[in-house]
């Protein structure tokens, strides 16, 4: 069956390093998303991409880049971690056609200290 | 801009209906879903409606939207324990990719 998975689940990391979140999705959607979730605010778009080598920015991308070198993998890496960086992070993906539902990975939980 | 509001919590007894609300600002909104969250997972889409319609039903759940006051409900018939979670309303314009969503309503079931 087709999926999308997140690697790792959990992750703890020191602020300053830098960290890669993986996202796979096997449905062969041109559109992967990631987002990170935090008491009081929903889901908040980081990153998202319409195809390979496409990247844009999310309304909170700042510390974050992502990289769209084939269609089934978007990798989510944050360049200098921060302790407000601390979140759970969602991978979704869509395709272009009819209600183009996003389909949400399992989460990773990231812990900067 | 683009917003999407709705309560944080509601609780219910079992066996009663739930109604969980949500306010949209987009009039363009072509898609409006309904996402559920159970613990430790990610969101699963429950149910969407087109702009164009009023209302949907799908088994126990309910959907209806008010287009001209831009708010959407979900009615839960019957409410189980098995429907604790975190309901997400969410909208998309059919121009855009984009899904935006609301920050949630926890749903607690009380016996």
């Known amino acids: 069956d087709a999926e999308i998975t997140q690697s790792p689940r959990h992750k703890i990391t020191e602020t300053g390093r830098q960290v890669t979140l993986a996202c796979h999705q096997t449905?062969?959607?041109?559109?992967m998303f990631w987002y990170r979730q935090d008491l009081g605010h929903g889901l908040r778009l980081i990153h998202y991409?319409?195809?390979?080598?496409?990247?844009n920015k999310g309304e909170v991308s700042d510390g974050y880049s992502v990289s769209r070198s084939n269609t089934e993998d978007l990798p989510l890496t944050l360049e200098s971690a921060a302790s407000s960086q601390t979140s759970v992070y969602f991978c979704?993906?869509?395709?272009?056609?009819?209600?183009?539902?996003?389909?949400f990975g399992p989460g990773t939980r990231l812990l900067v200290l | 801009g683009e917003d999407v509001e709705q309560s944080l919590f509601l609780s219910v007894r079992e066996g009663d209906s739930s109604v969980i609300n949500c306010t949209y600002t987009?009039?363009?909104?072509?898609?409006l879903y309904w996402y559920k969250q159970e613990p430790g997972a990610g969101l699963q889409l429950l149910t969407y409606?087109?702009?164009?319609?009023d209302m949907k039903q799908d088994q126990r759940l309910t959907v209806l939207l008010n287009k001209k006051d831009k708010h959407l409900s979900l009615r839960i018939a019957d409410t189980q324990t098995g429907d604790s979670a975190i309901y997400f309303c969410?909208?998309?314009?059919?121009?855009?990719?984009?899904?935006?969503f609301g920050s949630g309503t926890r749903l607690s079931i009380r016996p």
């Open positions: 979704a993906s869509s395709d272009d056609r009819g209600s183009e539902t996003q389909y």
């Open positions: 449905w062969n959607h041109n559109n």
């Open positions: 991409s319409y195809g390979v080598h496409d990247t």
């Open positions: 987009d009039s363009s909104s072509t898609y």
């Open positions: 409606i087109f702009s164009n319609m």
């Open positions: 969410a909208e998309r314009h059919s121009s855009a990719s984009k899904i935006i």
